[in-house]
């Protein structure tokens, strides 16, 4: 069973770095076809795709994100991670982890961020 967990502060000031991890277990993040992606839900809005890390490392990002967003990977933890630059509150959310495959998903459980000062 592939799990993964969500890890990182709750409340980041405006303007920082938001920085959250995604530990993963039951899986190896450089298994080859293996995708992990972030997304995040805003409060009262749908479930917005932030950006991809393949299993190669190759990164894929929102276009309208893409300019203050970074995914990064430690493969001696099974962990990958995502860097927000110069938050505002409107990117207050909750942020998920997931592993987009067939048949099925793995999603964390999410974590609760607020940007605020």
């Known amino acids: 069973q592939v799990q993964l967990q969500e890890s990182g502060p709750g409340l980041v000031k405006p303007s920082q770095t938001l920085s959250l991890t995604c530990t993963v277990s039951g899986d190896s993040i450089t298994r080859s076809g293996t995708y992990w992606s972030w997304f995040r839900q805003p409060p009262g809005k749908g479930l917005e795709w932030l950006g991809t890390i393949d299993y190669e490392a190759d990164t894929y990002y929102s276009t309208s994100l893409k300019s203050h967003t970074s995914i990064s990977r430690d493969t001696s933890k099974n962990q990958f991670s995502l860097q927000l630059s110069s938050v505002a509150p409107e990117d207050t959310g909750v942020y998920f982890c997931?592993?987009?495959?067939?048949?099925?998903?793995?999603w964390g459980q999410g974590t609760q961020v607020t940007v605020s000062s």
């Open positions: 997931a592993s987009l495959r067939e048949p099925r998903d793995f």
